[in-house]
């Protein structure tokens, strides 16, 4: 089981960014994807989960502004984040596991991709 986060960057307050999570060795069609974050001097904080059903979850501080979604046929899921403030600087991380767990329990993660949001 392999993920691999891509599509961080350095962008200005308001803007977007499109995180895309690329996965192989497994059926995504069976398990959920989940995007984590973790900014300088924090823990970790789970940010959105789509489950294999499509059902999808949001931390509340990304409410309305992210949108978590996956193609199964491209073994790959997707963060579009919109409005994006300084408070979303971390480094972001997607997971994989048979149900969503925001809360960190996720069995499979990949290597993280930087978003630093300034002006």
């Known amino acids: 089981v392999q993920l691999q986060a891509f599509g961080g960057g350095l962008v200005q307050p308001g803007w977007s960014l499109r995180l895309s999570c690329v996965t192989s060795g497994f059926t995504l069609d069976y398990y959920a994807i989940a995007w984590f974050r973790q900014a300088p001097g924090k823990e970790r904080e789970g940010v959105s989960c789509i489950g294999r059903d499509g059902t999808t979850y949001y931390a509340d501080s990304v409410k309305g502004r992210f949108t978590i979604s996956r193609d199964n046929a491209k073994n790959t899921g997707y963060l579009q984040m919109n409005s994006l403030q300084p408070e979303d600087t971390a480094v972001y991380y997607c997971?994989?596991?048979?149900?969503?767990?925001?809360?960190?329990?996720?069995?499979?993660w990949g290597k993280g991709t930087l978003v630093t949001v300034s002006s």
């Open positions: 997971a994989t596991d048979l149900l969503c767990d925001l809360l960190g329990g996720m069995d499979y």
